[in-house]
């Protein structure tokens, strides 16, 4: 039977069969919240999970540690809400880290300013981030619940992004209309990561929405193709199709379109994200050769054993 990943920790699981909660092993590949596997039962209360279904979608950023691979978080997410404080949370270089995610991921991304009511300048906050779709709420006063929750149809998983302490788990509980999620007050020095919500975890709203909270990300290093973040500053892609040079760099060339035409600090962020996903892809690829060779000089010496040396 196909089943829900609910919740995912390594060799265990959760999975939602009939709308209960069950506990899981997994046989191969450790699936993530969000993804939908191939499992039967075992013994009542006991499920085993032997196949993932491909990935429609999926939130992934490249694994902490030396790894260097690709660690997804969530998967089979329609939209991705980035929620980001708009008080000292209030970050949007982070925010244009989300959005590559999330474009990257073919998740469509809503930015969400929260703590509207701790703001006394909405407008000049909205003004430095570039989003498709940006929503202004607060869960205190409710204020752009409406529109949230209008996007938030049956059928539809959603996923809140941002870091510690943005207020993802105050708008769900919001949305729930009770204290389903532990929040937790905005830690000054958080140095060493403790979160409030430690682990993901696929919710259902009333309405059938399904909906990941994730514990804030800490480090979010992009792993992402040009193209998203090409989606992320399209203003800079669209301004590049008139430089002089059709491999201008928008640095010092002459007849260049973007430098000038863009504020400088998003400027400097599209360089800065661009070196940094280039360097992470090739560190990646490295990493891979590398893999396959031991793994062909492995096979290697099997055959020779069996060959009689
Ligand atoms: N003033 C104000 N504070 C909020 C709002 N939403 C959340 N907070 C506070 O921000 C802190 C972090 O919220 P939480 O939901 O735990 O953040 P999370 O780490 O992103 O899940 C808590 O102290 C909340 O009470 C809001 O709309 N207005
Ligand atoms: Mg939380
Ligand atoms: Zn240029």
Known sequence: MKVRVCMSAGECARVFVDGQEVDAIVRGEYPVTGDWVQARWVEPGLILIEEIEPRCSKIARRAAGRSGEEQVLAANVD????????????NPRRIERYLAIAYDGNVRPVVVLSKADACADVAAAIEQVRAEVLLVVSALTGEGFEAL???LTSGVTAVLLGSSGAGKSTILNR???GERQLTGAVRESDSRGRHTTTSRELIFLPNGTAIIDSPGIREIQLLVSDEALGAVFDEIVELAAACRFGDCTHTN??????VGAVADDRLESFHKLQREAERLRGERTEKQRWRSIHKAQKRMYREREYNGG
């Open 253 to 258: 060339e002459p007849g260049c379109a973007v």
């Open 79 to 90: 939209i991705a809400f980035i929620v980001c404080g708009l008080d000292g949370d209030f």
């Open 175 to 177: 949305l729930l209309g």
């Open 149 to 151: 929750e209008a996007m």
